[in-house]
């Protein structure tokens, strides 16, 4: 009775599996039915006259084999064959010469080396499935935000282990400088990229991606994760500092403030899960020019001349501004460029009546707001710049009015004069 009771338990056992790992019933049937025909196939040399019955909710496993009768004495192959008076005998007396008989056959009885092999398959089979289910679900998860519980620490790498108790890979390379972990510290992180060799999935986690600084935003500003605002550009050097540039599809929404949070709210957080990675959020333009200036914030440009074909710029700044706009180690200057995706190249402005000039946001209370922005759209940030560039060019290209040109060079002209 011990025997019998062998493949009962493997069935429940596998049951248990899926439930644990989350396998549909179908291939958990699918799996069963394969590792008995290779066991079957192993005894009899063909699974292909076998028909294999499985009730995975019962436990329930029946075999039958389909043997075609022949007349007593001309059995060849008794794994294909049957005596006509095998069959009369088997429960078919009605059985004759050159019909089929069905005949069932208990598992059990072929011993425990048969039971063995089945279980040895089975776990085999089960192992793989379990495998290859774990590479399909961090496949998907590629660029994702996960978690993972820290289990053990070596000098290159760091192992988590989610949920699930699936193993993620931190390599050092992969980690914020300053990073420093103990063992059960949860630990968030984005998947970099899985891969599956020879039927091992090895996933490798990062928290220098650009795609974490992305996925944390979504986490903390709830207008990202709705779609009202978008993420338009990233350029991180982590563990220093980092710029993103946001845009609104609804014109009541400041993206800028709605990233940063009341008293900076929601960046606070960020900025310590990146170790004190100071971030700069900007409004995102498509005018190229506009870009550029923002991203060199907090410098001032006097003037920026851009190159769309080879994506280059030359900006011109102030002696004081210059230092602004490189940054500490030349931080600011490298993150503009990784995110507007220009080469900047930054000049001195060497006009001996350069501190003259004086930026169009001063004239805010004489000159339209809205007018200011459609000149400094088009290159033009202070006084000078605009009353250096021709007329028309000024109408046409920041689309304003003959009269309003006029107002706004005539209010420019007059601060100078006097």
């Not at 001309?74 to 010469?97: F, K, M, Q, Y």
């Not at 709605?258 to 310590?272: L, N």
């Not at 870009?291 to 001349?305: N, V």
């Amino acid at each position: 009775m011990a025997k019998k009771e062998e493949t009962p338990n493997m069935v429940e056992q596998f049951a248990e599996f899926k439930e644990l790992k989350n396998i549909d019933k179908a291939t958990m049937i699918s799996v069963l039915e394969e590792s008995f025909r290779n066991v079957l196939a192993k005894m009899f040399g063909t699974d292909e006259n076998l028909d294999v019955i499985l009730n995975p909710d019962k436990g329930d496993v029946q075999i039958f084999q389909n043997l075609r009768v022949v007349a007593d004495g001309e059995v060849t192959n008794p794994n294909l064959e049957i005596a006509l008076s095998d069959a009369r005998e088997d429960n078919d007396p009605e059985a004759e010469v050159g019909e089929e008989h069905t005949k069932e056959i208990i598992f059990e009885k072929f011993g425990r080396r048969a039971i063995l092999t089945l279980r040895q398959t089975l776990q085999s089979k089960i192992l793989d499935l379990q495998k290859e289910a774990i590479y399909a679900k961090f496949k998907e998860l590629e660029g994702e935000l996960v978690s993972g519980e820290v289990y053990q620490t070596w000098k290159n790498e760091t192992l988590l282990l989610d949920d699930d108790k699936n193993e993620l890979l931190l390599p050092k390379s992969e980690s914020i400088p300053g990073d420093f972990f103990r063992k059960g510290e949860t630990v968030r992180a984005v998947v970099a990229f899985v891969d599956n060799k020879n039927n091992n999935p090895k996933i490798t986690v990062s928290r220098t991606n650009e795609q974490f600084l992305r996925r944390l935003f979504e986490l903390e500003v709830p207008e990202i994760h709705d779609g009202l605002i978008n993420i338009r550009a990233v350029a991180r050097i982590p563990g220093e500092r980092a710029k993103i540039a946001v845009e609104s599809y609804d014109d009541r929404i400041d993206p800028v403030g709605a990233c940063v949070g009341v008293k900076g709210s929601r960046i606070h957080g960020i900025v310590h899960e990146l170790r004190n990675e100071n971030i700069d959020v900007i409004n995102y333009t498509a005018n190229p020019s506009l870009f550029i200036q923002r991203a060199l914030a907090p410098a001032k440009i006097t003037s920026i001349r851009i190159d769309e074909e080879e994506h280059k710029a030359e900006v011109i700044l102030r002696p004081e501004e210059v230092s602004l706009a490189i940054g500490k180690n030349g931080l600011n200057i490298k993150l503009a460029s990784m995110l507007t995706g220009y080469i900047i190249d930054v000049y001195r402005d060497t006009d001996d009546n350069v501190e003259e000039d004086i930026y169009l946001d001063e004239f805010k209370d004489e000159i339209d707001e809205w007018v200011i922005e459609a000149l400094k759209n088009i290159g033009c940030i202070t006084a000078k710049n605009v009353l250096n560039a021709p007329r028309e060019m000024l109408i046409e290209k920041a689309d304003l009015e003959e009269s309003t040109v006029d107002n706004v060079l005539a209010v420019l002209r007059a601060e100078f004069e006097d």
